[in-house]
C-alpha cells in the first residue's frame, strides 16, 4: 500500500529565503506526482505534475524533482513571499493497468508553510 | 469563470439526516472524483466517474452514493449522517481517466458538520 510522507509538517521562513519541502513515498512504482497548494478555507490548485519518466518540473519561482528510485521529490520555492504561505501537498498516482483504471491519487498529510514579512 | 463548483459551500445537519452534496465542471472533462479531508487535513479520495461509469469506489460505507447525471456533474448523497462524517468533501476532474500527465482540478470544498 502506497504511503505519502511530507516533511516537515510545519515551516515558518522570512520574506525573501529560498526553501525546500520534502515528500516520500513507499512504493516507487509511480505513474507522475503532483504538488498541491491549499489556502485556508480554499480547494486545492495544482501546482506542477512530474511523469515518472521527469526528472524535475519548473513553473516561474517553483522547481519541483522527482527521483523515482528512491522514492522522493522536492519542492523548491525560491524567493519566498508571503503570498506563499498555504499548505502544500504532495500526491501520488500508481501505475495500475489498464489505464482505464482512474487516477487513484495518494495525497501526503501536507507542509504548512508560513513565509513572515 | 469557475472552473470546477460545488454546492452548497457549508452545510451543517442532525445526525441521521440525509444530504446531498453537487458538484458541477464546465473543463468539458471526461473524469470526476470525490475526495474526503478530514479534521487532520489528510486527503483521501472516496469515488471517481469516467463519463458517467464508476470507476473508482474506494472503502467507503454505502451510505455514500454518488451520481453522475451526466460527465459535466457529479453529486454525491449521504445519507444517514454520522458524526463521523464531518469533514471537507472536495470534488475534482481531469480530462482523462488514464493517460499520461492528466492533472486533477479541484473544487473549494464543501464543509460538512454533523452535529
Known amino acids: 500500500k502506497q504511503e505519502v510522507t511530507q516533511i516537515p509538517a510545519a515551516l515558518s521562513v522570512p520574506e525573501g529565503e529560498n526553501l525546500v519541502l520534502n515528500c516520500s513515498f513507499t512504493?516507487?512504482?509511480?505513474?507522475?506526482l503532483q504538488w498541491f497548494r491549499q489556502d485556508p478555507g480554499k480547494g486545492l490548485t495544482s501546482l506542477l505534475l512530474?511523469?515518472?519518466?521527469?526528472r524535475e518540473q519548473t513553473s516561474g519561482r517553483l522547481n519541483a524533482s522527482l527521483d523515482k528510485s528512491s522514492g522522493r521529490s522536492t519542492l523548491y520555492i525560491a524567493a519566498s513571499q508571503p503570498g506563499d504561505s498555504a499548505t502544500y501537498l504532495c500526491?501520488?498516482?500508481?501505475?495500475?493497468?489498464?489505464?482505464?483504471?482512474?487516477?487513484?491519487?495518494?495525497f501526503g498529510e501536507g507542509t504548512q508553510l508560513t513565509v513572515n514579512p | 469563470d469557475t472552473a470546477v463548483s460545488q454546492t452548497p459551500k457549508y452545510l451543517v445537519t442532525q445526525m441521521g439526516n440525509d444530504k446531498s452534496i453537487k458538484c458541477e465542471q464546465n473543463?468539458?472533462?471526461?473524469?470526476m472524483y470525490w475526495y474526503k479531508q478530514d479534521s487532520k487535513k489528510f486527503l483521501k479520495i472516496m469515488f471517481s466517474?469516467?463519463?458517467?461509469?464508476?470507476?473508482i469506489n474506494e472503502t467507503v460505507p454505502n451510505r455514500f452514493s454518488p451520481k453522475s447525471p451526466d460527465k459535466a456533474h457529479l453529486n454525491l448523497h449521504i445519507n444517514s449522517l454520522e458524526l463521523g462524517d464531518s469533514a471537507v468533501y472536495f470534488c475534482?476532474?481531469?480530462?482523462?481517466?488514464?493517460?499520461?500527465?492528466?492533472?486533477?482540478?479541484f473544487g473549494p470544498g464543501t464543509r460538512l458538520l454533523v452535529l
Open positions: 512530474i511523469q515518472s519518466s521527469q
Open positions: 512504493d516507487s512504482a509511480i505513474y507522475n
Open positions: 500526491a501520488v498516482r500508481p501505475v495500475r493497468p489498464p489505464e482505464t483504471s482512474g487516477s487513484r491519487l495518494t
Open positions: 475534482a476532474s481531469s480530462q482523462f481517466a488514464g493517460g499520461i500527465g492528466e492533472t486533477q482540478y
Open positions: 466517474y469516467n463519463n458517467k461509469e464508476l470507476i
Open positions: 473543463l468539458g472533462h471526461d473524469t
